[in-house]
DNA sequence: CGCATTCCCTGGGTGC
DNA sequence: TGCACCCAGGGAATGC
């Protein structure tokens, strides 16, 4: 499931390999990707459009064209394919060709991505337009504090961990960091948000920065079907801590799964502390 | 307003 | 082997 590592290692690919390429057409095999325009303004504002840069908003991909702005969310499958002389599978929804005869596929085999076109090059009226306004702060904004956090969750009974998974309050992180995250931190993700002091608002954001610092060094997580693009792999998966694992790290006692802000929760019950005088669980 | 729940999708896993 | 069923989850929409 692409989280901010992956998407920026799908961008930082991608824009080696495809900007300066000009649109020559666009074929929609799956409309309802495209959410804010009919299939044939998308296939025709991008006709003749050149890739002028690629860059990214949490977990948003932006395509910037010299006469458009794109973007595209993977959501949980969505990946670009780069080589594709071969036949198109189901899977792939929306083919962009190149002027110099190259391809570029999205596919996605639970259909759960979207795309937004904008008809400006203005990236800042972009930003504030849906769905990129309501988005918080990006984790290595230096606007982001224990201070803005508790600003945002002050006397909350949220758990922390679904605090973190909001994208409004802070832009990018998905179910794997925040379980990494929260281990490193030693903070069990079921504590409500308000019980957190100062110190642990601090020490999260220092993690979720060290986390993801780490993630994008090794390209992302490749996890079940998600890869980067169709070439390249993430090998984040080789250093997770506790997501996914069946032993903690740190005590070797077994680690627990439950659930938790809706989502599958990897934790270790013993060095996952509640903060003092927590009366929850 | 705040928070929880439902929905969108399909491959993979399970049980019979 | 086949079939019904359930699960995974990001974010929009809906519900309380």
Redesign the pocket.
């Known amino acids: ?1 692409p ?1 901010l590592p992956e998407v920026e290692t799908v961008r930082a690919i991608l824009e080696k390999r495809v900007v300066g390429k000009t649109v020559r057409d666009v074929l929609i095999r799956y409309e ?1 990707i495209i959410k804010n325009t009919s299939s044939e303004e998308f296939a025709a504002r991008l006709k003749g459009a050149k890739l002028t840069d690629i860059s990214r908003r ?3 991909l932006l395509f910037i064209f010299d006469k458009a702005i794109l973007l595209s ?1 993977l ?3 969505g990946k670009y394919l780069l080589a594709a002389d071969n036949p198109y599978s ?2 792939e929804h929306v083919v962009f060709f190149f002027t110099d005869g190259s391809e570029l596929r999205y596919h996605d ?4 991505g ?1 795309m937004h076109l904008f008809e400006t090059t203005d990236l800042i009226s972009v930003m504030e337009s ?2 990129l306004k ?1 988005m918080g702060l990006e984790p290595f904004d230096d606007r982001l504090t224990p201070d803005y956090l508790a600003g945002k ?1 002050a ?5 922390v961990k ?1 605090i973190l ?1 909001d ?1 409004t309050i802070i ?1 990018g992180l ?3 960091y925040v379980d990494e995250v929260l281990f490193l931190s030693r903070i069990h993700p079921a504590a409500p ?1 308000g019980t957190l002091d100062r110190a642990s608002l601090k020490l999260l954001i220092e993690n979720v920065r060290i986390v993801l610092n780490k993630a994008i060094a090794y390209g992302g997580t490749t996890v ?2 998600f890869q980067a693009t169709d070439e390249v792999s993430g090998r984040f998966q080789n250093y997770l801590m506790v997501h996914t694992k069946a032993e903690c790290p740190s005590c070797h006692r077994p680690v627990s799964k439950i ?1 938790v ?4 929760t990897y934790l270790c019950e013993h060095c996952q502390i509640k903060p003092a005088g927590a009366d929850y669980l």
């Open positions: 499931m989280e309802k949490g977990k948003y969310h959501r949980m499958e189901k899977h085999m639970r259909k759960f979207t849906e769905p309501k969750i006397n909350s009974k949220r758990s679904s998974l994208q832009s998905g179910n794997i948000g079940k079907s659930r802000a809706g989502r599958g």
